[in-house]
């Protein structure tokens, strides 16, 4: 079955205590992408890689890095979590949809990582 | 600069009734994809519809359809013969440029109504 996995679902920890979410996905897709969710403000962009080896960020990087060091995996990681990245997270690939009007390639959710910083 | 705008926090519906959920955006790109989704309270993000710049035609998905109005750049969801299942907060969300970043509107919670 073709999905993306996000680990752990559910996560409490405590201010300062790095953490990885880890991703992957078994479609053999190019592009992955990290969001959060807050209420009131949709799904904002974190960190998305095109390719192996190639990350960049997003609208809202800060306190975040990734690592793409295999096309299946991007995690996550907060290196010292603070309260204020208390969220739900979303872990996304697709296919590279290339240039032009070809954007019909929706991403794949994974089915999200809520995290509660303490 | 707001990208995405969804003006409409709630909405309600009645069952059976068709619903329209707005979406506008913004962009200089010509070409871009405009993508609607459905968040359930499980929490997951179902893909509902997708339209390109350059369609001709508005989508169509079953019980979705996107009216499309590409001068006044809006994008909007009309569910037809809303079903109980159909109650979720629901994204418009954008596509566009050579990174093709993904931006999201800040969502509509739509309840239908027995």
């Known amino acids: 079955e073709a999905q993306v996995t996000q680990n752990p679902r559910y996560l409490i920890t405590v201010t300062g205590k790095k953490l990885t979410v880890t991703c992957s996905q078994n479609?053999?897709?190019?592009?992955m992408s990290w969001y959060r969710q807050d209420p009131g403000l949709g799904l904002r962009q974190i960190y998305y890689s095109m390719n192996v080896e190639v990350t960049d960020k997003g609208d809202v990087p800060e306190g975040y890095k990734v690592s793409r060091k295999e096309k299946r995996n991007f995690p996550l990681i907060l290196e010292s979590p603070s309260p204020n990245q208390t969220s739900l997270y979303f872990c996304?690939?697709?296919?590279?949809?290339?240039?032009?009007?070809?954007?019909?390639?929706?991403?794949?959710f994974g089915p999200g990582t809520r995290l509660l910083v303490l | 600069a707001q990208k995405i705008t969804q003006t409409q926090p709630g909405m309600f519906v009645q069952e059976k009734e068709a619903v329209t959920l707005d979406c506008t955006y913004d962009?200089?790109?010509?070409?871009?994809?405009l993508f609607w989704y459905k968040q359930p309270s499980s929490g997951e993000m179902i893909f509902l519809i997708y339209q390109g710049s350059y369609d001709q035609q508005n989508a169509t998905e079953g019980r979705y359809s996107l009216n499309f109005q590409k001068a006044r750049k809006s994008a909007n969801l009309v569910i037809s013969a809303s079903q109980l299942g159909d109650s979720a907060m629901y994204f418009c969300?954008?596509?566009?440029?050579?990174?093709?970043?993904?931006?999201f509107g800040a969502g509509t919670r739509l309840t239908v109504k027995p």
């Open positions: 962009t200089s790109d010509p070409s871009y994809g």
């Open positions: 969300a954008m596509r566009e440029g050579p990174n093709n970043d993904m931006r």
């Open positions: 996304a690939s697709s296919s590279h949809p290339g240039r032009g009007y070809e954007y019909q390639e929706t991403q794949y």
């Open positions: 479609m053999n897709h190019e592009y």
